[in-house]
């Protein structure tokens, strides 16, 4: 069974960082886009940054762009997502998810492996 397990998620305050890691067992992603996406209470899970499957492209949400950055080794089978200048608007559960095919999708039915989850809360 394919896993796709997060870390790094926790309490911080604003302007603080954090960098998320994702480790996929069972399987390599290595041509695969892998995204990381984001759910708040009461909200909608969206995409927050995305990466290509050799790292040629990147997306970012408008919200995110300039503080957060997204990378890969896919040598280890890891996906990452340093953030900086953390807000307490960025205050959610963060999922990692593989995409099916090898370009960047916002869309979530494109992505068909997915983490359990890792909380971030920024406090003001």
């Known amino acids: 069974q394919v896993q796709l397990v997060e870390s790094g998620g926790g309490l911080v305050q604003a302007g603080d960082s954090l960098r998320l890691s994702c480790i996929a067992s069972?399987?390599?992603?290595?041509?695969?886009?892998m995204g990381w996406f984001r759910q708040a209470p009461g909200k909608e899970r969206t995409l927050v940054a995305g990466?290509?499957?050799?790292?040629?492209?990147?997306y970012y949400a408008d919200g995110v762009k300039g503080r957060f950055t997204v990378s890969r080794d896919n040598a280890k089978n890891a996906l990452y997502l340093l953030m900086n200048s953390l807000k307490p608007e960025d205050t959610a559960v963060y999922y990692c998810?593989?995409?099916?095919?090898?370009?960047?999708?916002?869309?979530?039915?494109?992505?068909?492996?997915w983490g359990q989850g890792t909380p971030v809360t920024v406090s003001s």
């Open positions: 990466i290509s499957w050799n790292s040629g492209s990147t």
């Open positions: 069972r399987r390599t992603f290595s041509n695969n886009a």
């Open positions: 998810a593989a995409g099916r095919w090898s370009r960047i999708s916002t869309t979530l039915q494109d992505y068909a492996y």
